[in-house]
T-cell receptor
């Protein structure tokens, strides 16, 4: 079946603007993750959803970053008042495991490259 | 909290030669360990993982990794590489099941460059 999809693939914005990044997980996957990958670095965790609720948002860098998953499927990462330091590739991953089960595999999307000018 | 160190940012190697990509981790709790691969212009793909049991795990394309608890390492090896193995390889850890934490912590990556 289809993998994790993310839109847009590229986003260029100006400093101070608001952006939304969308993630469509694999159908039926209950868990969804957002990561951020800066140039030359590995991905860094931002937030994890189990169903509709944010189970762990400890990786969000500040209150300019917010994410939602209102129906337990598609998720949107929202960044307010963007800064040049927000430029990175934003990765989404999903997995099928319910919260109480054994570990699962996170399947990653291709990412959204955000450039803040 | 967990951390991952990949000591080599780039590893050049000739085709059909053996390779080892090093990964060390730090954690105050039990962990699960993963290697992900990112081919040029593609997303991250899981290569192999250690959850429990045998400390030696293998992938379908000839890579293997061994969990060494005393050395806190999870090095990735392949006895004979191909041009098609050229990619960025990321080691990652996740806190063990009892902690409830699901986030992966990644290393900074090792670029494997296989030369003819």
């Amino acid at each position: 079946g289809a993998g994790v999809s993310q839109t847009p693939s590229n986003k260029v914005t100006e400093k101070g603007k608001y952006v939304e990044l969308r993630c469509d997980p694999i159908s039926g996957h209950t868990a969804l993750y957002w990561y951020r990958q800066s140039l030359g670095q590995g991905p860094e965790f931002l937030i994890y959803f189990q169903g509709t609720g944010a189970a762990d948002d400890s990786g969000l860098p500040n209150d300019r970053f917010f994410a939602v998953r209102p129906e337990g499927s598609v998720s949107t990462l929202k960044i307010q008042r963007t800064e040049r330091g927000d430029s990175a590739v934003y990765l989404c991953a999903s997995s099928s495991q319910p919260a109480s089960g054994p570990t699962d595999t996170q399947y990653f999307g291709p990412g959204t490259r955000l450039t803040v000018l | 909290a967990q951390s991952v160190t990949q000591l080599d940012s780039q590893v050049p190697v000739f085709e059909e030669a053996p390779v080892e990509l090093r990964c060390n981790y730090s954690s105050s709790v039990s962990v699960y360990l993963f290697w992900y691969v990112q081919y040029p212009n593609q997303g991250l793909q899981l290569l192999l993982k250690y959850l429990s049991g045998s400390t030696l795990v293998e992938s379908i394309n000839g890579f293997e990794a061994e969990f060494n608890k005393s050395q806190t390492s999870f090095h990735l090896r392949k006895p004979s590489v191909h041009i098609s193995d050229t990619a960025e390889y990321f080691c990652a850890v996740r806190a063990g099941r009892d902690t409830g934490r699901r986030a992966l912590t990644f290393g900074s990556g090792t670029r494997l460059q296989v030369q003819p």
